[in-house]
T-cell receptor
Framework: EPEVTQTPSHQVTQMGQEVILRCVPISNHLYFYWYRQILGQKVEFLVSFYNNEISEKSEIFDDQFSVERPDGSNFTLKIRSTKLEDSAMYFC???????????FGSGTRLTVV | KNQVEQSPQSLIILEGKNCTLQCNYTVSPFSNLRWYKQDTGRGPVSLTIMTFSENTKSNGRYTATLDADTKQSSLHITASQLSDSASYICVVTGGSYIPTFGRGTSLIVHP
């Protein structure tokens, strides 16, 4: 069964550093999403992406965040200057159509120290 | 403000027993409601998705119901197995297509 692949599985970074989280969505999917889950808390929507542009974003997705689909296969989330409170599990998901059940990756655990 | 409330917060049952998880929401307008299963340290896996006109949707031993008038949904698990131990998350999407997640119900199935 097709999978969404995320790398790395765990990243540790120093506060203030930039990080890029990578995702390879399912190949025929057109809609891409990023979510985060702070330890012990609920999953939160960050952003959705379609046709090379952001279609929806939440209040969490401020100027320090950006997304990109640089080469037609990868979908990345960049955090420009990480803060301690950015420590969380970040999940990527993709769907063939909008607003349907998505396929999630296994997540990247980001730890900011 | 859009909210999704789930109950109970946690539940312990014996293997083979049935259980029902609840989800109440205030999301409006309503687009769809999804139930996910999330194992510890893993990404959520979709179980069911229901739109406004659907009252019941089954996926194997999982059956979800939706009452759009009272804004309530339930997930019924039949003949529970040890592998059902996980967090079950209710997600409601409104007109903005931004999903609102519940905090989940942590289910533990004991042998």
């Amino acid at each position: 069964e097709p999978e969404v692949t995320q790398t790395p599985s765990h990243q540790v970074t120093q506060m203030g550093q930039e990080v890029i989280l990578r995702c390879v969505p399912i190949s025929n999917h057109l809609y891409f999403y990023w979510y985060r889950q702070i330890l012990g808390q609920k999953v939160e929507f960050l952003v959705s992406f379609y046709n090379n542009e952001i279609s929806e974003k939440s209040e969490i997705f401020d100027d320090q965040f950006s997304v990109e689909r640089p080469d037609g296969s990868n979908f990345t989330l960049k955090i420009r200057s990480t803060k301690l409170e950015d420590s969380a599990m970040y999940f990527c998901a993709s769907t063939a159509r909008n607003n349907v059940k998505g396929t999630f990756g296994s997540g990247t655990r980001l730890t900011v120290v | 403000k859009n909210q999704v409330e789930q109950s109970p917060q946690s539940l312990i049952i014996l293997e083979g027993k049935n259980c029902t998880l609840q989800c109440n929401y205030t999301v409006s307008p309503f687009s769809n409601l999804r139930w996910y299963k999330q194992d510890t340290g893993r990404g959520p896996v979709s179980l069911t998705i229901m739109t406004f006109s659907e009252n019941t949707k089954s996926n194997g031993r999982y059956t979800a119901t939706l009452d759009a008038d009272t804004k309530q949904s339930s997930l019924h698990i039949t003949a529970s197995q040890l592998s059902d131990s996980a967090s079950y998350i209710c997600v409601v999407t409104g007109g903005s297509y931004i999903p609102t997640f519940g905090r989940g119900t942590s289910l533990i199935v004991h042998p």
